[in-house]
């Protein structure tokens, strides 16, 4: 639910994060791609970054050429003006996955925990538009959302040291997709060639918030 008025929440001395609302979700995630457009739109002085998330936007600014209070300032105005301020348009990517096995080791355990069958679980998975409300944890990789109740599955009580390159798991009704082997704490439920960060690229984020993904279950990965 959004806040009546955002809280500003001091993240040093040269960034500040606005944040909107108490829990996730679309109409949230909405607002927080229209607040970051707006102030891109017209950024102040001094504006270094911005970074959007679920529900806050942080921004990084230069405090020897933008006072914070004046950053607040700018801020409320730019929320004001969200609503007529277009947020970029999302760009929709359809992602092959080889869903369980050595692909998808926590897949028949995730299946089960939800009371469906390995392959009621890929169909509801790979049934879902899921929305990138953030790229976080490690260059490039997204958090996607919202998923289904039967997929509101707590994170593991103990992290994997490694997890491979292009894996797709699951926690609390959420989806990621590692972009490089990592530890990492969500059930792998499959594997994807699609590298959503690369060095050599321009840019080499693939994607950015507000995009939509699909999943295409496949038998194999390319290449």
């Known amino acids: 639910?959004?806040?009546?008025?955002?809280r500003f929440l001091p993240a040093g001395?040269?960034?500040?994060?606005?944040?909107?609302?108490?829990?996730?979700?679309?109409?949230?995630?909405?607002?927080?791609?229209?607040?970051?457009?707006?102030?891109?739109?017209h950024p102040p002085a001094g504006l270094i970054e911005t970074v959007p998330s679920y529900r806050s936007v942080l921004v990084y600014f230069d405090p020897l050429r933008l006072d914070?209070?004046?950053?607040?300032?700018?801020?409320?105005?730019a929320l004001a003006a969200a609503g007529a301020v277009d947020a970029r348009e999302p760009r929709r990517w359809d992602i092959p996955v080889v869903y369980g096995g050595e692909d998808g080791p926590?897949?028949?355990?995730?299946?089960?925990?939800?009371?469906?069958?390995?392959?009621?679980?890929?169909?509801?998975?790979?049934?879902?538009?899921?929305?990138v409300y953030m790229i976080g944890f490690m260059?490039?990789?997204?958090?996607?959302?919202?998923?289904?109740p039967e997929l509101n599955?707590?994170?593991?009580p103990t992290p994997r040291l490694r997890v491979p390159t292009g894996s797709v798991a699951i926690a609390m009704r959420q989806t990621c997709l590692y972009p490089y082997v990592s530890p990492g704490g969500w059930h792998l439920i499959g594997r994807t060639g699609f590298r959503p960060f690369d060095l050599a690229a321009?840019?080499?984020?693939?994607?950015?918030?507000?995009d939509r993904v699909r999943f295409l279950p496949v038998a194999r990965l390319e290449g």
Request: charged letters at 25%; glycine letters at 6%.
């Open 1 to 6: 639910m959004l806040y009546p008025s955002p």
């Open 13 to 41: 001395d040269a960034a500040l994060s606005i944040e909107l609302a108490d829990a996730i979700s679309e109409e949230v995630g909405a607002v927080v791609a229209r607040l970051d457009a707006a102030l891109h739109a």
């Open 68 to 77: 914070p209070a004046e950053l607040r300032a700018r801020a409320l105005d």
């Open 106 to 131: 926590d897949l028949a355990d995730v299946a089960a925990r939800a009371g469906l069958t390995p392959e009621r679980l890929v169909q509801v998975h790979s049934a879902v538009d899921w929305r």
């Open 139 to 148: 260059p490039g990789l997204p958090y996607l959302g919202l998923g289904p």
């Open 153 to 156: 599955l707590p994170r593991l």
């Open 202 to 210: 321009d840019p080499p984020f693939r994607f950015e918030v507000g």
